[in-house]
């Protein structure tokens, strides 16, 4: 990095140096990630309202990937293509945990998204990124 960069940087962060040694390893980090995201179910135990997954018909229009060696051999083929990070959504992801697993086993790095209602379990999903989805319905979701 050019040193009016790196002083640029520096500068902006109001001279501390914690918080760019935070950004150095968290450039490190996102420079080698690359992500992709999975829907891997339509089936959801909720129906908020303003969901953009039932208020656009994406369940009515996508089908399950539930054979195991099917979802499998795709995440492989997503691993040999250099992805390395997931973006897990559906319906509602934890449904099936089966499916997460394989998740767990293959990328490196994994978030889902959820309505936060089943927990995922403890075991194999401790480097899982949470994201809760809240709906509140018009102006309280933008």
């Given at each position: 990095m050019k040193d009016v960069?790196?002083?640029?940087?520096?500068?902006?962060l109001n001279g501390d140096f914690?918080?760019?040694?935070?950004?150095?390893?968290i450039k490190q980090i996102s420079?080698?990630?690359?992500?992709?995201?999975?829907?891997?179910?339509?089936?959801?135990?909720?129906?908020?309202?303003?969901?953009?997954?039932f208020e656009y018909d994406f369940?009515?229009?996508?089908?399950?990937l539930s054979k195991k060696d099917e979802i499998k051999k795709f995440l492989i083929s997503e691993r040999n293509r250099g992805i390395n990070t997931?973006?897990?959504?559906?319906?509602?992801p934890t449904l099936h945990p089966k499916r997460l697993e394989l998740f767990a086993e293959i990328m490196e790095f994994n978030s889902i998204s959820t309505n936060g209602l089943k927990a995922l379990p403890k075991e194999g999903f401790k480097d899982f990124s949470v994201l809760i989805s809240l709906f509140g319905g018009g102006s309280l979701d933008d």
């Open positions: 960069t790196k002083n640029a940087i520096f500068k902006r914690e918080y760019y040694a935070r950004y150095q390893r420079s080698r990630v690359r992500v992709s995201e999975y829907l891997i179910t339509t089936a959801c135990n909720i129906r908020c309202k303003g969901c953009w997954f369940d009515k229009r996508t089908k399950d997931s973006l897990i959504i559906g319906g509602e």
